[in-house]
């Protein structure tokens, strides 16, 4: 509580300023008196009622004087001509950028005139007799879905009142359909639109899940949402509950509800649903299609690592007993376990699933077989975490002699290898030998004619490591400008919903080094090019790592020009951090750390005592105890990285004194 206050007081103490170039604002309507807009809701809802009861004659007029309460007076007045199809055309237009605004109040007004329109064409077809389709006024749907994102849900519920009332349940059941498919969306693709989805996921419960409910479908589909959204923010009970209300009477758990238990630590109840689910006996041996249906289980988004690795181990040593090496199955099982365990701090749990798969591919396929490169490359990186870099060098040397062999350098284990021997060397402080083997390497790629320019450009990127270890700051640059040369120009770059792509790399690599040589002014575009593309991607999660990390990297530009907007990002990712992770968690650190190291770099030693606090109460809370028997990198890394935020804490401390 006290750091998300502290963050909070950082960002309210600093001035408002835009993030970048500000959006060209939506269309606004003229202002109504607020007597006249309820007025125009009234009747509008009226009408509806009309049109669900198939009076089209009693609905025109109630639409006509709508609209002419609400609308431009110039463009109501050409609604009874040909032009009406223009001014039409001109209110989806702007109820479009009102939307990519985000302005949803302004978004609601267009909507509501888009839908008054279409509902004046439904109310005056002569063609036409009887009800409505649901259809033919669905933009009151979207239009609902606005005044929710807004704030403003009296009323939205006022307008989806005629449908709950209507005796025809097809549309109670296509308003609710259509909002539970808009709660999905935002949800899962909603970006910066994403912290709404719980609004809207309450209100929509609120309205269709009730005693004389028509829509069933669609209230289980809320309630999925409802559990995912509640799953993310942690309250494993409450999306418990939510996962229950979301399954029909009589079916067993869903794959979400089911990666719930398992991350909530209630692995034998998990595994005996599972069995239950596939028609064996809970608390038998586990059988193949258990362990099959335990995958699709792990593979569910947001089941999370503890779950995943939870579920491996019990699968792993099945498919191990009674699969070949041929097997995809086993080999999937083995890898997605290995690296969990690697990338969760417990490599040596890795390295024995790793060489047992090895031995496996290279007695099948041979040595130098693809089919056992892989788990060369893999075993490397297990070993490689436990800070054994010489033995980890040596595997990525057996791939690299392979390379050299056959002058091929054009596949991935080859580039990897080039990037592993770099890292063990650096990492072992051989700096010179790091130097001289880039080198020859890059004199060697940029011989071969079979080497794409993507892997050109990672081979490029990384001998600017081994550049920058030695000091030599213009060379790096140089070679991140040449690898830069090879990519997509900016007007080109789609950075997509993966993470990596050379392009992303070169100019972060590029903008690191500006930034290193003091030249931060010139490095800000490309911070803001990168941010700019990401968010452009609805792809990409907006909380997700990728983004994040471009939003910190901007951060500390800006911090390191003196830039207030920098110390206003860093304040809101500590706020936000804090609020949903903790104040002692790794998300937290990963923005106090830097902040604060910006903030001494930028000659305010005063003002990043605070991040530093921040980091070093992070760094040696409880959830950062490791076994320091484990001889891993995790527990090298904890005692480095505590060390690293105690200096980061006095030198701070120290320059504020001075």
Same mark, same amino acid.
């Given at each position: ?509 590029? #903008?690191?080094? +500006?930034?290193?040589? /003091? &030249? *931060? @002014?010139? %490095?800000?575009?490309?911070? !803001?090019?990168? $941010? =700019? ?62 902040? #604060?190291?910006? +903030?001494?770099?930028? /000659? &305010? *030693? @005063?003002? %990043?005592?605070?991040?530093? !606090?921040?980091? $070093? =109460? ?41």
């Amino acid at each position: 509580m006290r750091i998300t206050v502290l963050a909070l007081g950082l960002l309210l103490a600093l001035p408002a300023l835009a993030q970048g170039a500000p959006a060209a604002p939506p269309a606004q309507l003229p202002a109504i008196p607020p007597q006249a807009q309820a007025r125009a809701d009234t009747l509008l809802i009226q009408a509806t009622e009309h049109l669900i009861a198939g009076r089209r004659a009693d609905a025109a007029p109630l639409i006509r004087e709508a609209l002419a309460l609400a609308g431009p007076a110039d463009d109501v007045a050409k609604l009874q001509d040909q032009t009406q199809f223009d001014v039409y055309s001109r209110w989806l237009e702007a109820r479009s950028a009102a939307m990519k605004a985000r302005d949803f109040a302004t978004f609601a007004r267009w909507a509501w005139l888009t839908s008054a329109y279409r509902m004046k064409g439904a109310a005056e077809r002569t063609s036409e007799t009887g009800p409505v389709a649901p259809d033919d006024i669905d933009d009151l749907f979207f239009m609902a879905y606005g005044l929710v994102l807004a704030g403003d849900e009296t009323r939205a519920r006022a307008f989806l009142a005629p449908f709950l009332a209507a005796a025809d349940p097809a549309y109670e059941r296509a308003f609710a359909k259509d909002m539970a498919q808009r709660a999905v969306s935002v949800q899962n693709w909603g970006g910066q639109d994403k912290p709404r989805a719980a609004r809207l996921v309450a209100f929509a419960i609120a309205a269709f899940d009730r005693p004389a409910a028509r829509a069933p479908d669609a209230v289980r589909d809320l309630y999925r949402v409802q559990g995912q959204i509640l799953r993310t923010a942690g309250d494993f009970a409450g999306a418990s509950a939510a996962y229950a209300k979301a399954r029909a009477p009589g079916t067993p758990p869903a794959d979400a509800e089911l990666a719930l238990m398992f991350a909530m630590g209630e692995v034998e109840a998990g595994i005996r649903a599972v069995q239950q689910a596939v028609g064996d006996t809970p608390g038998a041996p586990l059988s193949r299609r258990a362990a099959d249906r335990l995958i699709e289980v792990a593979g569910q988004t947001g089941s999370g690592n503890a779950a995943t690795i939870a579920i491996y181990e019990r699968v792993w040593p099945l498919y191990r007993r009674t699969m070949k090496i041929d097997d995809l199955a086993l080999q999937n099982a083995g890898s997605v376990l290995a690296n969990l365990y690697v990338e969760t701090g417990d490599p040596a749990k890795a390295e024995p699933i790793l060489i047992d798969l090895l031995a496996l591919a290279e007695k099948r396929w041979g040595p130098e077989s693809n089919g056992a490169l892989i788990y060369v490359i893999e075993l490397a990186g297990a070993v490689e975490a436990q800070n054994r870099m010489a033995e980890a060098e040596l595997l990525y040397r057996r791939i690299w002699a392979l390379s050299l062999r056959y002058d091929s350098f054009d596949e991935n284990d080859s580039r990897e290898a080039f990037a592993g021997i770099t890292r063990t060397l650096l990492a072992r402080g051989l700096v010179a030998d790091a130097l001289a083997f880039t080198a020859d390497g890059i004199a060697r790629v940029r011989k071969a004619k079979d080497v794409n320019e993507w892997r050109r450009m990672f081979y490029l990127l990384t001998r600017t490591d081994a550049l920058e270890a030695s000091g030599a700051l213009a060379e790096a640059e140089a070679h991140a400008r040449e690898a830069l040369a090879l990519g997509d120009s900016d007007d080109k770059m789609n950075i997509a919903a993966m993470f990596d792509d050379p392009n992303v790399f070169a100019r972060a690599r590029l #903008a690191h080094l +500006l930034e290193r040589q /003091g &030249r *931060a @002014g010139q %490095a800000e575009p490309i911070r !803001r090019l990168l $941010l =700019a593309k990401i968010e452009g991607n609805d792809m990409i999660p907006w909380e997700g790592e990728y983004r994040t990390e471009a939003l910190r990297a901007l951060a500390a530009n800006l911090t390191l020009q003196g830039k207030e907007e920098g110390a206003r990002l860093f304040a809101e990712r500590i706020a936000a951090a804090s609020r949903i992770y903790g104040a002692d968690s790794p998300q937290l650190l990963d923005v106090a750390e830097p902040f #604060a190291r910006a +903030l001494l770099q930028s /000659g &305010r *030693a @005063g003002a %990043a005592l605070a991040p530093a !606090r921040i980091a $070093l =109460a992070a760094r040696t809370s409880a959830r950062f105890t490791g076994d320091a028997a484990r001889a891993n990198l995790s527990d090298l890394a904890l005692a480095r990285k505590r060390t690293e935020a105690a200096r980061l804490m006095v030198e701070a401390a120290w320059k504020a004194s001075r």
